[in-house]
């Protein structure tokens, strides 16, 4: 019998491969992919690789508008062809398929790759999926160690079906809600006379409103004042006891009657005692993201890209993981000894086991399929600084789960001062015990004199101070993404694309997110017209309905009919008051387009419009009685600077363009002013700047109900008609507009 495991990865395809041949494995090439073979006496085993999905869900039959609600699985390759390279993976496996009558899922042990393997090892069986059990297993591993890997192929369990059928529901749901509620956006904006492509998902309405209602805190906020009255005695500073006092009367008496006394300060009590402090548990996927974004300033997209390659390489655990546990049956002496053998964590692994310190702190979150973040003890080889980075962040937390408590005396001070209570507090550390291990972590330390219960001083420096209250800090991605899973919205591997689409459509933007003026008209468009879209419990109710399908307690079935009539809920209110949702997103369309006065008519905005074919350029709000045109580089973000050229008279605004520097440029294509490579010719010189203009400045294309102007001579427009790049690059632009999302 010729067996055949399906791995996720090719490099994981490549650890199973020299796990189970023990270096007897032979590589087979298969034009630009690859699989192993191992020969077993009268058995082969055949080891190929997938590259995350070889199946997606797509619409049955061919349909523009909506709703859309029959869906099915199909190969990756025919429904986009950003995933044509997966062509050639699932030939692979279909022709070592034709060899094998047994079938083994080795994708990672999580619903996505329980999903990815289940539904190739349907189509190559031509199986139904409850039919599957008598033709494949599953194996379940954490690491990608030769031991794990050893003990999983030996310990093989039925396939995870439940996990199946709730993967294929959330799915088909995602992708139903997704293309239909995008559909009804962006068709909205259409009639509005906006020609960007929205999305707005399951999921994605929701984590726009929770930074939306943020944004409407912030901008609505107004400060307060407050007063707080502190004192120092002996070196030692002193608040007083009220606190912050938002009544300035009952501040400037504090003051007076302090200031009175200020030669009698009397120490009532001194209060001091020892507080230990524990460790930090291990990493989840969610705390690494927060602590790798707090420590090292990295993307949390970044963090997991980064922690699933040390996975991959069998350096850490797998790291889609809710659990901060450290089962003892992970062998945890033999890690700890293991990373012993690299100097970093030679000290603390020696210290460890001297002590016989093998018994985890470990936090109260759990996941079935997984541990907590882990080093295997393989010790890492030729990594780049970041990965370097996230796993010493990691090692260094799992070596400090052992340690011992750290010390920390704290002391308590009170005074008295007129009739004023005051109070001081310190810190010191006197055993750092697991902060040396995990060095990442700090613990503020201050000190207080040596006071002495019912001693008297003398009060220096006594003030009032004057201040204001502050709004709430915005979100970063590390905190969205932390907000997300306390609500228990989305999943541990999707919350940060989720986010990422956010940027990607514009409605948010910066480091400490804030909602843009587009992403606000959004969501109050929605908030108004249609508020289920943007609403939590919708959402959550879906995922408890998923889960219970884990838990044998609702159909796939049920759920999908429960889901579809939610969506068609939200559908028929949306379209009845389609008029007002377009209405708003117009308003907000324009604001967030708008570069400056058009120079040419002087009453105008100069706006960004987009051609019948999606191609951005800048129009007049005047027209048709101003004709005012100019053109954009396309594929680029363009930003208002609030600043005008001085010799042009159009508004500069900044270019940005994924993967390349932004810069900045005036409107005109005929300014002196503007970068060479923007700048329309007249002269020789345009002959040779010629091809790498018109990679970049598109011509001024019509709106819809606009007719185009002449163009002048040596214009963007006349030029482009000569440029075979210009027609390449319009009509891959026709393709995409063909292009729908169906994004969370």
Same mark, same amino acid.
């Given at each position: 019998?010729n067996?055949?495991?399906?791995?996720?990865? *090719?490099?994981?395809?490549?650890?199973?491969?020299?796990?189970l041949?023990?270096?007897?494995?032979?590589r087979?090439?298969?034009?630009?992919?690859?699989?192993?073979?191992?020969?077993?006496?009268?058995?082969?085993?055949?080891?190929? *690789?997938a590259?995350?999905?070889?199946?997606?869900?797509r619409?049955?039959?061919?349909?523009?508008?909506?709703?859309? !609600?029959?869906?099915?699985?199909?190969?990756?390759?025919?429904?986009?062809?950003?995933?044509?390279?997966?062509?050639q993976?699932?030939d692979?496996?279909?022709?070592?398929?034709?060899?094998? +009558?047994?079938? &083994?899922?080795?994708?990672?042990y999580?619903?996505?790759?329980?999903?990815?393997?289940?539904?190739?090892i349907?189509?190559?069986?031509?199986?139904?999926?409850?039919?599957?059990?008598?033709?494949?297993?599953?194996?379940?591993?954490?690491?990608?160690?030769t031991?794990?890997l050893l003990?999983?192929?030996?310990?093989?369990?039925e396939?995870?079906?439940?996990?199946f059928?709730?993967?294929?529901?959330?799915?088909?749901?995602?992708?139903?809600?997704g &293309?239909?509620?995008?559909?009804?956006?962006?068709?909205?904006?259409?009639?509005?006379?906006?020609?960007?492509?929205?999305?707005?998902?399951?999921?994605?309405?929701?984590?726009?409103?929770?930074?939306?209602?943020?944004?409407?805190?912030?901008?609505?906020?107004?400060?307060?004042?407050?007063?707080?009255?502190?004192?120092?005695?002996?070196?030692?500073e002193?608040?007083?006891?009220?606190?912050?006092?938002?009544d300035?009367?009952?501040?400037?008496?504090?003051? +007076?009657?302090?200031?009175?006394?200020?030669?009698?300060?009397?120490?009532?009590?001194?209060?001091?005692?020892?507080?230990?402090?524990?460790?930090?548990p291990?990493?989840?996927?969610?705390?690494?993201?927060?602590?790798?974004?707090?420590?090292?300033?990295?993307?949390? +997209?970044?963090?997991?890209? &980064?922690?699933?390659?040390?996975?991959?390489?069998?350096?850490?655990?797998?790291?889609r993981?809710?659990?901060?546990?450290?089962?003892?049956?992970?062998?945890?002496?033999?890690?700890?000894?293991?990373?012993g053998?690299?100097?970093?964590?030679?000290?603390?692994?020696?210290?460890?086991?001297?002590?016989?310190? %093998?018994?985890?702190?470990?936090?109260?979150k759990?996941?079935?399929?997984?541990?907590?973040? %882990?080093?295997?003890?393989?010790?890492?080889?030729?990594?780049?600084?970041?990965?370097?980075?996230?796993?010493? !962040? /990691?090692?260094?937390?799992f070596?400090?789960? %052992?340690?011992?408590?750290?010390?920390?005396?704290?002391?308590?001070?009170?005074?008295?001062?007129?009739?004023?209570?005051?109070?001081?507090s310190?810190?010191?550390?006197?055993?750092?015990?697991?902060?040396?291990?995990?060095?990442y972590?700090?613990?503020?330390?201050?000190?207080?004199?040596?006071?002495?219960?019912?001693?008297?001083?003398?009060?220096?420096? /006594?003030?009032?101070? +004057?201040?204001?209250?502050? *709004?709430?800090?915005?979100?970063?991605?590390?905190?969205?993404?932390?907000?997300?899973?306390?609500?228990?919205?989305? #999943?541990?591997?999707?919350?940060?694309?989720?986010?990422?689409?956010?940027f990607?459509?514009?409605?948010?933007?910066?480091?400490?997110?804030?909602?843009?003026?587009?992403?606000?008209?959004?969501?109050?468009?929605?908030l108004?017209?249609?508020?289920?879209?943007?609403?939590?419990?919708?959402?959550?109710?879906?995922?408890?309905?998923?889960?219970? /399908?884990?838990?044998?307690?609702?159909?796939?079935?049920?759920?999908?009919?429960?889901?579809?009539?939610?969506?068609?809920?939200a559908?028929?209110?949306?379209?009845?008051?389609?008029?007002?949702?377009?209405?708003?997103?117009?308003?907000?369309?324009?604001?967030?387009?708008?570069?400056?006065?058009?120079?040419?008519?002087?009453?105008?905005?100069?706006i960004?419009?987009?051609?019948?074919?999606?191609?951005?350029?800048?129009?007049? #709000?005047?027209?048709?009685?101003?004709?005012?045109?100019? *053109?954009?580089?396309?594929?680029?973000?363009?930003?208002?600077?609030?600043?005008?050229?001085?010799?042009?008279?159009?508004?500069?605004?900044?270019?940005?363009?994924?993967?390349?520097?932004?810069?900045?440029?005036?409107?005109?294509?005929q300014?002196?002013?503007?970068?060479?490579?923007?700048?329309?010719?007249?002269?020789?010189e345009?002959?040779?700047e010629?091809?790498?203009?018109?990679?970049?400045?598109?011509?001024?294309p019509?709106?819809?109900?606009?007719?185009?102007?002449?163009?002048?001579?040596?214009?963007?427009?006349?030029?482009?008609?000569?440029?075979?790049?210009?027609?390449?690059?319009?009509?891959?632009?026709?393709?995409?507009?063909?292009?729908?999302?169906?994004?969370?």
């Amino acid at each position: 019998m010729n067996t055949l495991i399906i791995a996720e990865k *090719p490099s994981v395809a490549l650890r199973i491969a020299m796990s189970l041949g023990n270096g007897e494995q032979k590589r087979i090439a298969n034009g630009k992919t690859s699989y192993y073979k191992i020969d077993k006496g009268e058995e082969t085993i055949y080891i190929a *690789p997938a590259v995350g999905h070889l199946f997606t869900i797509r619409q049955v039959g061919y349909k523009r508008g909506y709703p859309v !609600l029959d869906v099915e699985w199909a190969p990756s390759y025919s429904a986009s062809k950003s995933s044509a390279f997966t062509k050639q993976y699932l030939d692979t496996i279909y022709e070592v398929a034709k060899k094998c +009558s047994y079938f &083994i899922n080795a994708c990672d042990y999580d619903i996505e790759g329980t999903v990815i393997g289940t539904n190739i090892i349907k189509e190559i069986t031509k199986q139904p999926v409850d039919k599957l059990r008598s033709y494949a297993k599953r194996m379940k591993y954490s690491t990608t160690t030769t031991k794990d890997l050893l003990d999983s192929y030996n310990n093989m369990s039925e396939l995870d079906l439940d996990n199946f059928y709730a993967g294929e529901t959330r799915h088909m749901l995602d992708w139903i809600w997704g &293309i239909n509620l995008s559909r009804a956006l962006t068709q909205a904006l259409g009639s509005a006379g906006g020609g960007k492509a929205l999305s707005i998902g399951r999921v994605q309405g929701p984590t726009l409103a929770i930074l939306a209602k943020r944004e409407k805190e912030i901008s609505e906020f107004r400060a307060e004042p407050f007063w707080r009255v502190s004192a120092v005695i002996e070196g030692t500073e002193f608040a007083n006891t009220r606190g912050d006092m938002k009544d300035k009367a009952v501040a400037e008496k504090a003051y +007076s009657e302090s200031m009175r006394a200020k030669n009698e300060a009397r120490i009532i009590k001194v209060a001091s005692k020892d507080e230990p402090r524990w460790p930090y548990p291990p990493f989840d996927l969610t705390s690494l993201q927060l602590e790798a974004s707090r420590v090292f300033r990295l993307d949390p +997209s970044l963090t997991l890209s &980064i922690a699933q390659k040390l996975y991959e390489r069998s350096y850490i655990s797998y790291p889609r993981t809710s659990s901060q546990k450290l089962p003892a049956a992970l062998g945890l002496p033999g890690i700890i000894k293991a990373l012993g053998e690299n100097p970093e964590y030679a000290e603390i692994s020696r210290g460890l086991t001297a002590e016989n310190r %093998f018994k985890p702190l470990e936090g109260k979150k759990t996941d079935e399929a997984h541990p907590a973040i %882990f080093p295997t003890g393989v010790r890492p080889r030729d990594l780049s600084k970041q990965e370097e980075e996230v796993y010493d !962040l /990691i090692a260094r937390r799992f070596l400090s789960c %052992f340690a011992a408590p750290a010390s920390v005396a704290r002391v308590k001070v009170e005074a008295e001062l007129g009739g004023e209570k005051y109070s001081a507090s310190g810190a010191t550390i006197k055993e750092r015990a697991w902060l040396d291990y995990y060095r990442y972590a700090s613990i503020e330390e201050k000190t207080v004199a040596d006071f002495a219960e019912g001693s008297t001083h003398n009060a220096e420096n /006594i003030k009032m101070e +004057s201040l204001e209250t502050k *709004p709430p800090k915005r979100y970063t991605k590390a905190g969205i993404i932390a907000e997300l899973e306390r609500k228990g919205l989305g #999943t541990k591997a999707t919350r940060a694309s989720i986010v990422d689409t956010l940027f990607r459509r514009e409605y948010v933007e910066g480091s400490s997110i804030s909602v843009t003026s587009f992403g606000m008209s959004v969501y109050n468009a929605l908030l108004k017209n249609c508020p289920m879209i943007l609403d939590d419990k919708t959402t959550k109710e879906l995922e408890d309905d998923m889960e219970e /399908i884990s838990e044998r307690k609702k159909s796939e079935a049920e759920v999908l009919e429960h889901g579809k009539k939610m969506l068609i809920s939200a559908l028929e209110t949306f379209d009845k008051n389609m008029q007002q949702v377009s209405n708003d997103l117009k308003v907000g369309f324009m604001e967030a387009s708008i570069l400056g006065k058009c120079p040419k008519c002087g009453t105008g905005d100069l706006i960004i419009r987009h051609s019948k074919i999606g191609k951005q350029f800048v129009a007049c #709000t005047n027209y048709p009685k101003c004709t005012n045109t100019y *053109p954009l580089v396309q594929k680029a973000k363009i930003v208002p600077t609030g600043r005008i050229c001085e010799y042009c008279h159009t508004p500069i605004v900044k270019v940005i363009r994924r993967g390349m520097r932004p810069f900045e440029m005036d409107l005109d294509p005929q300014c002196t002013n503007r970068p060479v490579t923007f700048r329309s010719k007249n002269t020789e010189e345009k002959k040779t700047e010629e091809k790498t203009e018109n990679k970049e400045v598109q011509a001024k294309p019509e709106s819809e109900n606009q007719k185009a102007a002449k163009p002048k001579a040596g214009s963007p427009k006349k030029r482009a008609k000569k440029s075979p790049q210009k027609k390449k690059v319009q009509k891959k632009s026709d393709k995409n507009k063909k292009g729908e999302t169906n994004e969370n």
